[in-house]
């Protein structure tokens, strides 16, 4: 009886459950897995992840790595939502994070953010400010319900008020949506709203959850607290199917919530998303027509890779580099002895390149590379990161072993 008492009492212990819903992306989990147990040691947490039936190996590649992960295998894809409901019906923790695989942490983010709702009551949800890999705040940290009147402005092009842009963007703020890559929940509001809709099967379904909070009361917030999200490194948004869940995601949720209104008003919010899908799509097949017509001009644009780090990092990259061709350079340095990382390195990185500057994760946190990278961003140079637990060099647009 004894035992029983105490495994209760360490399963009721539990603060943290991190959920996460993979497809096809091992080696950006394995990076994110890698910083949440960074930035949650010490901490009582157990980490999820639901497998929507990857044939990439990810499963085998990360049981043996991550034995104290929770792997759960689905035998389909089942989707976003039924995935991280699945994993949630699991969880034990006073609070649940929905985080995308291909993003990572800073060391700091889940530790303050935890504080601060264990300070504020009231907060159902918490995001983060989301960066891009070349350095810029994603818009979509911060976001506002798609009203009549929002969305009819996002439709024609006017998105102020849909990302919230009067904001600032160094202070915690009240939001109405928290997106769904990084969504920290108290599961006692969870609870109170229900779960994920899995009417959505991809997009729409954070706006849904958000919105549902503030129905009951509760408050969903920002925090200046930096992460990285490759953004979709498991969809292409140049894709068919992407163009057709995004805009169907847009229909349910305007259905659900506005369609008992009059069609004065549902009518042209419904035309305008009908309208935009129609437009990506007619704007994707041009692309491919163009191209195989051969009218799109062909870019020869060699990208160079910067490598900053250890003596140890360097001479492995620079194996790396040779074995497969890669232009690249070579910077010795630390969080102390190049505090500012690549910035104010004109005389090795050239401006008019695309670059990726890889960060030995050994010598850098990764709370300290968000920040170099958040410092002076540049469409032209793209962050990469090399781990010596793993060898690989992981960028967003490829994985270099």
């Known amino acids: 009886m004894k035992q029983v008492k105490n495994l209760t009492k360490a399963v009721e212990s539990i603060k943290l459950s991190v959920i996460i819903v993979n497809y096809n992306v091992k080696y950006y989990l394995e990076q994110c897995l890698y910083t949440v147990m960074k930035a949650t040691n010490g901490m009582e947490r157990e980490i999820i992840v639901f497998d929507n039936h990857s044939s990439d190996g990810s499963i085998e590649y990360l049981k043996l790595r991550y034995p104290i992960v929770r792997f759960i295998t689905s035998c389909h894809n089942v989707g976003f939502a039924k995935g991280n409901n699945a994993a949630i019906r699991q969880s034990k923790g006073e609070y649940v994070l929905l985080l995308n ?134 969809t292409h948004k140049t894709s068919f199917r992407y163009v057709h869940v995004f805009y169907k995601a847009m229909l349910i949720f305007f259905r659900k919530y506005y369609g008992h209104l009059s069609f004065i008003f549902t009518i042209p919010i419904s035309l305008a998303i009908f309208f935009k899908a129609i437009l990506a799509y007619i704007c994707i097949q041009c692309v491919n027509v163009k191209k195989q017509l051969g009218l799109l001009p062909v870019i020869h644009e060699e990208a160079e890779y910067i490598f ?23 910077i010795l340095g630390n969080d102390c002895t190049l505090p500012h990382g690549h910035n104010g390195q004109a005389d090795v990185i050239n401006s008019n390149t695309k670059t990726y500057v890889v960060y030995d994760t050994s010598s850098y946190s990764y709370a300290q590379i968000l920040n170099i990278m958040a410092e002076n961003p540049k469409q032209n140079i793209r962050l990469g990161t090399y781990s010596n637990k793993s060898d690989i060099i992981i960028t967003q647009d490829d994985i270099i072993f």
């Open 101 to 234: 695989p291909d993003t990572f942490v800073g060391e700091n983010v889940l530790k303050e953010a935890i504080a601060f709702m264990d300070r504020n009551t009231r907060a159902g949800s918490v995001g983060v400010q989301m960066h891009s890999s070349d350095g810029f705040m994603a818009p979509e940290s911060r976001r506002a319900v798609p009203s009549i009147i929002v969305s009819f402005l996002k439709m024609i092009g006017k998105d102020k008020r849909y990302y919230m842009r009067h904001l600032p963007v160094d202070v915690a703020n009240r939001i109405e949506v928290v997106s769904g890559a990084f969504c920290l929940l108290r599961k006692k509001a969870l609870d109170e709203v229900g779960l994920l809709d899995t009417t959505y099967f991809m997009y729409g379904e954070d706006i849904d959850l958000s919105y549902r909070m503030l129905q009951k009361g509760y408050e969903n917030w920002y925090l200046p607290l930096k992460i990285l999200h490759y953004k979709g490194e498991s």
């Open 308 to 330: 900053i780090g250890s003596r140890q990092m360097i001479d492995t990259c620079t194996k790396i580099a040779d074995e497969h061709g890669l232009r690249s350079g070579y």
